[in-house]
């Protein structure tokens, strides 16, 4: 029978047959319970023959690249490696506004990354050892969604699946392809990854570069970082988060509009809360939030962020909204 003991017990047992007792394997983090539950998976299976590597691309929310420095080692013990890439990234996404474009940089930027995390690792190992394998934590949906699924048309490429280059070197570990995000967290709770992981909301890889609605800039991560910051605390604060799918934080970076605070003129930008309720991402509803988080959230956002004079809600579901705007 199907239960989510056997899920991990047979993914374990198949990835230590196609990595071998030999082989070396390096996964990419986000920080995501994906990635985490697939690096848990991995560990089981191979040990410290496995490397989990963080590239800090610089489009992570506000203090996510300590958190995860701390929490998952902690949980997990793995070995990790934190790659500093935040110019790399955004001196390749510079001119770049076209989501499909954004995505396919970022995605080839990351497996850069982990190459050059893997030029490091081999380095410092005994002569002649090799990483083959790279895992990663891609779910039945994103397989699906890339149109690596029968007869799939693609809507979006997901950095971890069809954003990837031609000339990739390493061969893919996929433990959690046939899962849902559900059953995924119930594997991670089964291996015993703490509260704070298994429970974070989806991230997606590309981080906040699909989430500036034009041009990626520093300039402009600073003040999406600033008003996502307080939106998630607001969400938190009222005790919703476990209600909510995810809720974006999107800028509408190349839009202005008028205002007025104080005694003056404003002319900044809008940014759109993307509150969602979901089972599985494949379809979503737009969540009813209370009118006095809104308030908060859009009170807050306005002063405390001085580039943004408007915050909007989406009330559009999926289809014919996917969950992020780009
Ligand atoms: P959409 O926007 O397609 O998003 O409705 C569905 C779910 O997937 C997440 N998402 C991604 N996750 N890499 C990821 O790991 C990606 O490239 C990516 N794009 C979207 C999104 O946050 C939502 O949970």
Redesign the pocket.
């Known amino acids: 029978t199907w239960t989510i003991g056997n899920i991990a017990e047979e993914q374990i047992a198949r990835i230590k047959e196609q990595i071998g007792t030999e082989g070396r394997a390096i996964c990419g983090l986000s920080g995501g319970v994906d990635s985490a539950v697939a690096a848990a998976i991995v560990t089981k299976a191979i040990g410290d023959r496995l490397t989990c590597v963080y590239v800090d691309h610089g489009l992570m929310r506000k203090d996510e690249t300590e958190q995860i420095e701390r929490d998952f080692v902690a949980a997990t013990g793995a070995k990790l490696v934190v790659v500093d890439a935040e110019k790399q990234f955004l001196d390749a996404l510079a001119g770049v506004s076209e989501p499909e474009a954004k ?1 396919k940089i970022i995605g080839r930027e990351f497996i850069r990354s982990f190459e050059a995390a893997q030029a490091d690792i081999i380095a410092a190992a005994p002569e002649g050892t090799t990483v083959g394998f790279l895992v990663q934590g891609t779910l039945y949906p ?1 397989v699906v ?1 890339s149109g690596h699924g029968a007869g799939a048309a693609t ?2 490429s ?3 699946v069809g954003g990837l280059p031609e000339d990739l070197e390493f061969e893919l570990v996929e433990p959690l392809r046939e899962l849902f995000k559900d059953e995924v967290r119930a594997v991670g709770a089964q291996l015993g990854l703490p509260d704070v992981i298994v429970h974070r909301q ?5 981080g906040l570069g699909i989430r500036i609605i034009g041009e990626v800039t520093r300039e402009r991560l600073d003040i999406l970082r600033e008003a996502d910051a307080i939106a998630r605390e607001e969400l938190s604060a009222a005790g919703l988060d476990r209600d909510i799918w ?1 809720m974006p934080v999107v800028l509408l970076a190349d839009v202005r509009s008028v205002g007025v605070q104080g005694d003056g003129r404003t002319y900044g930008h809008p940014v759109v809360l993307r509150p969602v309720t979901s089972e599985d ?1 494949m379809t979503a509803d737009w969540a009813r939030l209370p009118y006095e988080l809104l308030e908060k959230i859009s009170t807050r956002i306005t002063n405390e962020v001085r580039e943004i004079n408007r915050v909007t809600v989406d009330i559009t579901s ?1 289809p014919p909204g ?3 705007w780009e």
Do not use: L, M, S, V
């Open positions: 995505r994103d969604e809507i979006k997901h950095h971890n989806p991230f997606p890889g590309p995810q991402a999926k996917t969950i992020e």
